[in-house]
């Protein structure tokens, strides 16, 4: 049976697992006769498919395995409520950037001023440059940590952690943790001090960060490794999930008084 070097070139590609070169080889040769393409042009467009397919579905992954909690993203930010976010900055670490140096960005604030949104914003722009993430509460990072002790495979996985580019703390401060618990959070903040990332987000100032660890000169030097290559951003103002609500139950026609 005859075959055309076109499907030769089908058949290898399903060979390879190119799956998206192998089903538009064919629809693209006819535009590159089409457009009088050269075999370069051809054979670059085609690759690009595949390779933006293949990009797409591995940000997909690892977006999936994250574990983010909502998908947030910059676009949805909502700036005007917010104008304390520095933007320019903002936008600068969604370049991932910092990930390449392993610096750490530090988002501070009372509740529902947009840390975790911008935490989760950076995280899903960090999987779309192609760096692994991984996103849990405070608490669950030290519930993760006090299983892995318990089982005698802390110093593991803190090795196995050192694999994942940008890990995300969120929340802390908002449970005070034991004297165990802050030891576990130092011991995951010092491991990637200079080799991976963090981004972690917290209600209380600096100065309170001894009440939430249990000891604060264990607080004191955790801050110092977090600090050190770090980007601190610092938002205030009201709670917009508080003010929402507030617009929401505010008549529609003003009531007179008497």
């Excluded at 693209?28 to 051809?42: F, K, P």
């Amino acid at each position: 049976m005859m075959t055309s070097p076109l499907s030769d070139a089908i058949a290898a590609a399903r060979m390879l697992h190119l799956p998206i070169v192998a089903d538009q080889a064919e629809t693209l040769a006819d535009e590159a006769r089409d457009r009088a393409w050269g075999y370069e042009e051809y054979l670059a467009a085609l690759l690009q498919r595949q390779a933006a397919v293949r990009e797409a579905n591995g940000t997909l992954t690892r977006i999936r395995r994250a574990h983010f909690p909502r998908t947030s993203t910059l676009q949805d930010f909502n700036w005007t409520y917010q104008p304390t976010a520095p933007r320019q900055l903002v936008e600068h670490l969604a370049t991932s950037t910092f990930i390449t140096k392993a610096d750490n960005v530090v988002l501070l604030g009372p509740p529902g001023v947009g840390k975790t949104h911008l935490a989760i914003a950076l995280g899903i722009k960090a999987c779309q440059h192609g760096y692994p993430v991984m996103f849990k509460t405070a608490v669950d990072w030290i519930a993760d940590l006090a299983q892995a002790h318990a089982q005698g495979m802390l110093a593991a996985r803190l090795q196995d952690l050192d694999r994942v580019a940008l890990l995300v703390i969120d929340e802390l401060g908002y449970i005070p943790l034991d004297a165990d618990a802050g030891n576990l959070m130092f011991q995951l903040v010092s491991a990637r001090y200079e080799t991976g990332s963090i981004i972690i987000t917290s209600n209380l100032d600096f100065a309170r960060w001894g009440e939430t660890l249990a000891d604060p000169t264990l607080a004191a030097a955790m801050i110092d490794r977090l600090v050190h290559h770090a980007d601190i951003i610092a938002l205030k103002g009201d709670s917009y999930r508080t003010r929402s609500r507030r617009d929401t139950q505010k008549p529609d026609h003003p009531t007179r008084t008497v």
